[in-house]
């Protein structure tokens, strides 16, 4: 009996306008972390945990990550392209992979890097047995935090605290009856909050390092990460 390889996919289609002139001529995936696109991380971070099946949902200047893939191709490695516009949602975009997936599968975006255990975070959404399990991380806050009491006076003065609730860091596990309530509106919000009404959302509590890149600044971030050997999302050899 053949096994069902776990499918990855990928949101690659937003514009990265916040990336400035970088996004003039590339996809916002395909900016560089040392030599390699940000996106490529992802993929390599994925396979070396097992998982190297992926569907890239397409959009702004989706032809050149076809492109580099097709011209820089990984041995092992299955990537299905899709096409699903510019202008799309997420849901939009999940919608166009259906007929390619079958039980369940991994979400992430293309601009997120962590350390998570691939295989764990699959293993508790089985176990939990609900339509979405989201990965949450307890961040520490960039700025110190002030308590005041109703006086005006500083009652508590924090700097940098490890913040109370978690942040959504995304890298999803997904059970095929996702596609039941994408018609309710987009992912992260009319999808979500459906799931939360409904109790079929569930969240796996990573205690490891995350990053996203949703600007230069945290391109250079990523890159100084690299180039000084302290890159967390380097499982592999």
Known sequence: MKVQRVKTVVFCGGKGSRMGRLSEHLP?????????????????????????????????KGNKIRDYF??????????????????????????????????????????????????ALLKFH????????????????????????????????????????????GFMAVSEKIFDYLSFGDLEHEVFQELVKRRQLAVFNHSGSWINMNTLRQNMELNELWDEGKAFWKVWK
Not at 81 to 107: C, I, Q, Y
């Open 126 to 169: 089985k176990k939990k047995g609900k339509v979405l399990t989201t990965t949450g991380l307890q961040e520490v806050s960039p700025f110190g935090i002030i308590d005041v009491n109703r006086k005006g006076e500083v009652i508590r003065f924090r700097e940098k605290p490890i913040l109370e609730h978690l942040v959504n860091i």
């Open 70 to 119: 097709q011209q820089c191709p990984e041995p092992g490695w299955s990537i299905k392209f899709l096409n699903t516009g510019v202008h799309s949602s997420k849901s939009e975009r999940l919608m166009k992979a259906k007929p390619f997936l079958k039980g369940d599968f991994f979400l992430a975006y293309a601009d997120d890097l962590s350390d998570i255990d691939l295989k």
């Open 28 to 60: 916002k995936p395909l900016a560089l972390v040392g030599k390699k696109p940000v996106l490529w991380h992802l993929m390599k971070f994925y396979a070396a945990q097992g998982f190297d099946d992926f569907i890239l949902c397409l959009g702004f």
